[in-house]
């Protein structure tokens, strides 16, 4: 087995995007627009669709993980390494999982399904840092990103400097 399932290999780039495309989102608009600001609503609401959609794909994908072959673990050039690297795969998994249940949670805890869905009317609160569950969905943004910058950091040393044509495992093509 040469390459992961083509769904996974789609819903690896899919997921790519929008993971690194709602940090983005979270950091640089969400992160720098007040609440009183009337933009919020929308952009909140925009955040929470990409979000929720991201944890389906994400829990889509972790069931197909298990359920189409994939090609063995790829060597690293390090024993130890080479232990590590399934359980940084579901590091990943979880980061993302944790990332959207925070964000539920903080949503929830300030209203906001009422508020952005509902057409309640009511005002968002001032901000979002009074939320237990905010904190851990800040922090949780920071080592998700150390995470993917990591995996991003090992693609490329096999790519390049193993060149043991690592991309090709998650592209589509032949898979005997
Ligand atoms: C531009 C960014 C990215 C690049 C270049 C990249 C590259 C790769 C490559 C080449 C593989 C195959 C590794 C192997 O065969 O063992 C892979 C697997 C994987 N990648 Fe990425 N990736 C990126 C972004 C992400 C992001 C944002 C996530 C999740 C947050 C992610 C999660 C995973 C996981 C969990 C696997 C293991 C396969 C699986 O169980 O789904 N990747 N990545
Ligand atoms: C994996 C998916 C997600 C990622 C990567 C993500 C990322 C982020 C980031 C980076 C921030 C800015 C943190 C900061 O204030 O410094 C943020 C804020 C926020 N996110 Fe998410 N998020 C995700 C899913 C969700 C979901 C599913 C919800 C709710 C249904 C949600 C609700 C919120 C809320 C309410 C804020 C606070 C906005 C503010 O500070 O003004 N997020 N998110």
């Known amino acids: 087995m040469k390459r992961y399932h083509p769904i996974m290999v789609t819903l690896h780039w899919l997921l790519a995007l929008m993971v690194i495309g709602a940090l983005g989102f979270g950091l640089f608009v969400l992160h720098e627009t007040p609440n009183s600001d009337p ?39 390090f024993p130890l390494l080479n232990k590590i690297v399934t359980p940084m795969h579901y590091l990943l998994y979880i980061a993302v999982i944790v990332m959207a249940g ?14 952005v869905f ?3 009317g009511a005002p968002l609160p001032k901000d979002f840092h009074h939320i ?20 991003i950091a090992a693609a490329l040393y096999h790519q390049f400097i193993r060149k043991d044509g690592l991309f ?3 592209w589509f093509g032949s898979r005997d």
């Open 168 to 170: 090709s495992r998650m």
């Open 102 to 115: 925070s964000g539920m949670a903080t949503s929830k805890a300030a209203g906001l399904p009422e508020i």
């Open 39 to 77: 933009e919020k609503l929308v952009l909140l609401k925009m955040h929470m669709i990409a979000g929720l959609s991201i944890l389906l794909l994400m829990l889509i994908r972790l069931v197909l993980r298990h359920t189409t072959a994939r090609p063995p673990a790829a060597d690293t050039g």
């Open 118 to 120: 509902g057409g309640s």
């Open 132 to 151: 237990a569950a905010h904190e851990v969905h800040e922090t949780m943004a920071l080592l998700l990103m150390l995470l993917i910058a990591a995996h």
